[in-house]
């Protein structure tokens, strides 16, 4: 069975967040850093993880993940410390600093582009109704 409505709606919402006002640049300039290393400061900011936990989160391998880390740590921006229940592995977790860079990270991502902006109020409400009964909200 095919939706052709739905499918025409997603592209747009697709297009328009990933195509037509795709941040991802602006905030990798931001930061001076590639976008899997935001993303993982991303992560990090909601709180501490195990080196494994960090690599399924950014979907990618144990020796990227770790140069990643390595980056970050480097900069001052996360802390690798040793697991207390298991010596064999790490946990990473943010630094101030870090925190800081990734509010000013979500600040770039989450700011409404202006085409968004300039849509009347009540279309805004039917569309924030509309995504919150899409997230399940």
Known sequence: ??????GRAWQAMRSLVLEQHDRRAEVCQALDMS???VKALYKLARGPMTMRELTDALATDKPYTTLVVDYLEDRGLVERT????????????????????????????????????????????????????????
């Not at 069975?1 to 739905?6: D, F, Q, V």
């Not at 946990?91 to 991502?109: C, D, F, P, R, Y």
């Open 1 to 6: 069975m095919t939706y052709p409505t739905a």
């Open 82 to 137: 040793r697991h207390p229940e298991d010596r064999r592995s790490k946990i990473v977790t943010i630094t101030a600093k870090g925190a800081a860079e990734a509010e000013k990270a979500n600040a770039i991502l989450g700011a409404p582009p202006a085409p968004l902006l300039a849509l009347p109020e009540e279309d805004l409400a039917e569309l924030d109704r509309i995504l919150a009964k899409l997230a399940g909200d």
């Open 35 to 37: 976008f899997i290393k």
